[in-house]
């Protein structure tokens, strides 16, 4: 019997028939992964990217790029941290929702100590952190349970939780980076929340490569504005300095002049005689 | 009555010449009769921008300085340069370019010239013209011809540049200008690099001088691309740059 559809291309072995459909079944999947990446990328990231871009306010720009890869990933909290010249990612903004926490931005100041990227002793680069982790080597890294993580401290964690009661589970720390491959903060995110369950799940490996086009467009803005920042500063900085002695001196070495002292005296007539 | 004003600045590269011609189109676009004298018998440049070649001047400034013809016969009529602009009745501009020839220059360096007679060409142009304005594009610095224009003029434009040697410079020009009472003193800020503080700098440099600030212009891409090759607000009418133009003109006496 002759069946219509797909089916005529698959090979007549039952077994081998499987096998197929489920290669093609996998694929299709890929390609709706794809499809929902590149749907992400230009539905969300671009206009985000766009939007950071016009920002003329420093603190909203920041809040504002820490909030849209919170969303964009389902996260319940996180850190935007900026490195400082010291060497050092300061804590910018944090956010958690389920806790109700905001400092930073609009929120109210932040005291957390600031994370060493290197050793202080022996100059070498501190991993410990999955936040100094991103900026040491310039890659996103995610941990599913910090609790059972190999490789990272999570001793500030632990004691926030302690502290506050809070369950830090699943992180995804991601670097700003600017045009020429320099690390300039990192996005860091904590506990994804499945959507429908509301639990929280590992962030998911699709979502990734989604902040890192949004991460890549949050840097380029925070360039701009501090390369405007700069320039605005150096204009404030071009006071008006005049040398009260030298003026002095030179009107007073054009205006002793008998040229000077005449033309004063018929400036008046000079204008009303036309 | 006619309205003499001086555009100056205390050192070159400013836009001075530049300036000038842009408010004395403007000014001529509103009906008005312009002319423009380049008194910068020194380093003569504002003929360029109206399409004057070197060979292009046959008589100037200069030959009426030294008598060898009336004032009104060194004017050339370029009000043909408003052709295609929305221009109200009545309207025309005269330029009064400086020799451009090095044996000129050099002898104006040599012998100097009767600044006296510069007042009365001033004077002669106007009657014989006209005109409604008379420009002068003055010498950068302070010598005896720039201050007989400050002393003459009913309004002096100073331009500068956000920096500080121009800042010292204006500040002794500004001097001058009220010794001699010039009866409306404004300041021009040109090149300014960052547009979006032009406010904060314009307001910074009125408050040091005490002198209003007339226009704060931005170093712009497209002036520099224009190179000295026509009148900017001619060849671009809608631009931001001539919108502050038009804002200078208008706070002219």
Same mark, same amino acid.
């Given at each position: 019997?002759?069946?219509?559809?797909?089916?005529?291309?698959?090979?007549?072995?039952?077994?081998?028939?499987?096998?197929?459909?489920?290669?093609?079944?996998?694929?299709?999947?890929?390609?709706?992964?794809?499809?929902?990446?590149?749907?992400?990328?230009?539905?969300?990231?671009?206009?985000?990217?766009?939007?950071? $871009?016009?920002?003329?306010?420093?603190?909203?720009?920041?809040?504002?790029?820490?909030?849209?890869?919170?969303?964009?990933?389902?996260?319940?909290?996180?850190?935007?941290?900026?490195?400082?010249?010291?060497?050092?990612?300061?804590?910018?903004?944090?956010?958690?929702?389920?806790?109700?926490?905001?400092?930073?931005?609009?929120?109210?100041?932040?005291?957390?100590?600031?994370?060493?990227?290197?050793?202080?002793?022996?100059?070498?680069?501190?991993?410990?952190?999955?936040?100094?982790?991103?900026?040491?080597?310039?890659?996103?890294?995610?941990?599913?349970?910090?609790?059972?993580?190999?490789?990272?401290?999570?001793?500030?964690?632990?004691?926030?939780?302690?502290?506050?009661?809070?369950?830090?589970?699943?992180?995804?720390?991601?670097?700003?980076?600017?045009?020429?491959?320099?690390?300039?903060?990192?996005?860091?995110?904590?506990?994804?929340?499945?959507?429908?369950?509301?639990?929280?799940?590992?962030?998911?490996?699709?979502?990734?490569?989604?902040?890192?086009?949004?991460?890549?467009?949050?840097?380029?803005?925070?360039?701009?504005?501090?390369?405007?920042?700069?320039?605005?500063?150096?204009?404030?900085? $071009?006071?008006?300095?005049?040398?009260?002695?030298?003026?002095?001196?030179?009107?007073?070495?054009?205006?002793?002049?008998?040229?000077?002292?005449?033309?004063?005296?018929?400036?008046?007539?000079?204008?009303?005689?036309? | 009555?006619?309205?003499?004003?001086?555009?100056?600045?205390?050192?070159?590269?400013?836009?001075?010449?530049?300036?000038?011609?842009?408010?004395?189109?403007?000014?001529?676009?509103?009906?008005?009769?312009?002319?423009?004298?380049?008194?910068?018998?020194?380093?003569?440049?504002?003929?360029?921008?109206?399409?004057?070649?070197?060979?292009?001047?046959?008589?100037?400034?200069?030959?009426?300085?030294?008598?060898?013809?009336?004032?009104?016969?060194?004017?050339?009529?370029?009000?043909?340069?408003?052709?295609?602009?929305?221009?109200?009745?009545?309207?025309?501009?005269?330029?009064?370019?400086?020799?451009?020839?090095?044996?000129?220059?050099?002898?104006?360096?040599?012998?100097?010239?009767?600044?006296?007679?510069?007042?009365?060409?001033?004077?002669?142009?106007?009657?014989?013209?006209?005109?409604?304005?008379?420009?002068?594009?003055?010498?950068?610095?302070?010598?005896?011809?720039?201050?007989?224009?400050?002393?003459?003029?009913?309004?002096?434009?100073?331009?500068?540049?956000?920096?500080?040697?121009?800042?010292?410079?204006?500040?002794?020009?500004?001097?001058?200008?009220?010794?001699?009472?010039?009866?409306?003193?404004?300041?021009?800020?040109?090149?300014?690099?960052?547009?979006?503080?032009?406010?904060?700098?314009?307001?910074?440099?009125?408050?040091?001088?005490?002198?209003?600030?007339?226009?704060?212009?931005?170093?712009?891409?497209?002036?520099?691309?224009?190179?000295?090759?026509?009148?900017?607000?001619?060849?671009?009418?809608?631009?931001?740059?001539?919108?502050?133009?038009?804002?200078?003109?208008?706070?002219?006496?």
């Amino acid at each position: 019997m002759k069946r219509p559809g797909g089916d005529d291309m698959l090979p007549a072995d039952d077994g081998a028939r499987d096998e197929t459909r489920a290669a093609l079944r996998a694929q299709a999947a890929h390609i709706d992964r794809l499809e929902r990446r590149f749907a992400a990328v230009v539905n969300a990231v671009i206009p985000i990217g766009v939007a950071l $871009l016009g920002a003329r306010d420093y603190h909203a720009l920041l809040e504002r790029i820490l909030l849209e890869a919170k969303t964009l990933c389902g996260a319940d909290g996180g850190t935007l941290y900026l490195r400082s010249e010291a060497d050092q990612l300061e804590f910018v903004i944090v956010r958690n929702d389920s806790l109700g926490i905001a400092l930073g931005g609009s929120g109210a100041p932040i005291d957390f100590p600031p994370l060493p990227l290197r050793d202080a002793a022996s100059g070498a680069p501190n991993t410990a952190n999955v936040a100094t982790w991103a900026a040491v080597n310039g890659a996103s890294v995610a941990v599913d349970d910090a609790y059972h993580a190999v490789g990272f401290e999570f001793s500030g964690t632990l004691a926030f939780d302690r502290r506050t009661g809070y369950r830090s589970t699943s992180f995804l720390a991601v670097p700003l980076q600017s045009a020429d491959g320099r690390v300039i903060g990192v996005l860091q995110l904590i506990n994804a929340i499945d959507p429908d369950s509301g639990a929280v799940v590992p962030f998911d490996p699709e979502i990734v490569p989604v902040v890192e086009s949004l991460s890549t467009l949050a840097a380029a803005a925070l360039e701009v504005y501090l390369r405007e920042d700069h320039l605005r500063r150096e204009i404030r900085a $071009l006071h008006v300095k005049i040398d009260e002695v030298k003026r002095a001196r030179q009107v007073a070495e054009i205006t002793d002049t008998d040229y000077f002292r005449e033309l004063e005296q018929k400036a008046r007539t000079l204008r009303e005689r036309r | 009555m006619s309205k003499i004003i001086s555009v100056h600045s205390f050192r070159g590269g400013t836009g001075k010449s530049n300036l000038t011609a842009n408010l004395a189109v403007l000014t001529a676009l509103r009906g008005m009769r312009v002319g423009i004298v380049d008194t910068d018998v020194q380093s003569p440049g504002i003929h360029v921008l109206f399409g004057f070649e070197e060979g292009g001047v046959e008589r100037a400034l200069n030959d009426y300085l030294w008598g060898r013809c009336a004032v009104e016969e060194a004017a050339y009529d370029v009000t043909p340069v408003l052709d295609g602009h929305p221009t109200a009745a009545g309207a025309a501009l005269y330029l009064i370019p400086s020799s451009l020839r090095t044996g000129e220059i050099a002898r104006v360096l040599r012998e100097g010239y009767d600044v006296a007679r510069l007042n009365d060409g001033f004077r002669e142009l106007v009657r014989a013209l006209k005109l409604d304005y008379l420009f002068i594009d003055t010498h950068p610095g302070v010598n005896e011809e720039t201050l007989l224009s400050i002393a003459i003029s009913d309004a002096l434009v100073i331009v500068l540049r956000a920096d500080h040697q121009d800042y010292q410079g204006t500040a002794v020009t500004v001097d001058l200008a009220r010794r001699l009472e010039t009866p409306r003193i404004m300041l021009v800020v040109n090149k300014v690099l960052a547009p979006f503080d032009a406010a904060a700098v314009g307001a910074q440099i009125g408050a040091s001088y005490q002198v209003p600030v007339a226009g704060v212009l931005p170093l712009s891409e497209d002036i520099v691309r224009l190179a000295s090759a026509g009148v900017f607000c001619l060849v671009h009418p809608q631009h931001a740059v001539t919108d502050v133009l038009r804002g200078v003109a208008a706070q002219l006496p």
